[in-house]
């Protein structure tokens, strides 16, 4: 029985995809990179320590005064260890990528709730994106997107949106029919039963589907430093490839502190006090503004420092970076001395693995755009 060129039919839609929509690609990427820079900027803003106080106020506003203790401790030791710059870098990952889907994953979960036809099709794709292997999504990505941190956003935001949009319609379709009809009794229209009725009562639920999306996001932070994200992440990928057990444990650390802090923080958002529940999804409508002018204005300070920076024209046409491989490699401690050694400030040797930097290096072949890599002969790149 002949096989099936199911290989061959995918590599043609990619292919197809990266030459039609290669702007589109280019657009998000655009975007998902400012706001991850936003968010970057935005965390390391104010100094570690009165961030972790105003963490700590928060945890104790929203909880107890033993999570607040916990965040006060848990934060100091990420800061003491070293790694509290990198942490920042994956938050904002994490921030991006659980910001996406919960802005597109809410209204296909409305969507869904109020159409049956979208829900069938949906559903099917939602097993898919849950079942798939989070490494293959890897590799589209890196065509697509390029190596660094959008692609890693856009392989979390796959992987983690289909908890919004599943919890968000199982709230929605549990609210009573009693009170739908009350609803239509009184003469309310789609747009009141939703916004009055049926989405104060599916809060908790979409509370939920919300922290599982940041969770699964968060769990993504290690396998995306494999494509260039950097952050907690690639200390962790740093230290496997390098057999470095006390370090993988330290940042290992830093990453369990990060979900135990976001899980519970997300939590007690909604679960703390009770509130009326209308008055919470217009605390919640009134924070999420707030953080849009608070991300405007970081993104913009952002590009005013990059503007300012120096560089020859070289650097910035590959935006001052050099493709890298794996960490532990002895071609990348050469290219980091060679950086130092040459005075190259401002350059960043972008850590991942050679099959992404291959990945890298064929897309900017085939854009005809430059590009720096960490190369050797014989590599099989050269037969392509």
Known sequence: ?????????????????????????????AVIGRTVSAFSALLHLPPPWLLIVALAALAYRLGRWTLALFALISLLLIWNLGYWDATMESTALVLTASLISIVVGIPLGIWCAANRTVRNVLTPLLDFMQTMPAFVYLI???????????????ASVIFAIPPTIRLTHLGIQQVPD???????????????????????LALPNIMAGINQTIMLSLSMVVISSMIGAQGIGADVYRAVTQLNTGQGFEAGLAVVILAILLDRLSQKSVGGKRRSRKGSLRAGIWIAAGLVVLLIAAGAAQSLINRSAGGN??????????????PGSGL???A????????????????????????????????????????????WMFIK
């Open 140 to 154: 589209p990505a890196v065509t697509f997107f390029g190596l660094g941190v959008v692609p890693g956003v856009i």
């Open 332 to 334: 990348m401690k050469a």
């Open 336 to 379: 980091a001395k060679a950086i130092r050694d040459y005075g190259l400030d401002g350059w960043t040797l972008v850590e991942g693995s050679g099959t992404a930097m291959t990945a890298a290096l064929d897309k900017a072949y085939s854009a005809k755009q430059p590009i720096i890599v960490t190369g050797w002969t014989p590599h």
């Open 313 to 326: 024209e070289i650097g910035r046409q590959v935006n001052f970076q050099i493709i890298g491989i794996d």
């Open 178 to 200: 009693d009170l739908i009809e009350a609803a239509d009794s009184f003469g309310s229209t789609s747009g009141q039963k939703l916004m009055q009725v049926q989405l104060p």
């Open 1 to 29: 029985m002949p096989k099936l060129p199911l290989d061959r039919w995918v590599e043609s839609i990619v292919d197809w995809l990266g030459m039609n929509l290669g702007w589109l690609f280019r657009a998000l990427s």
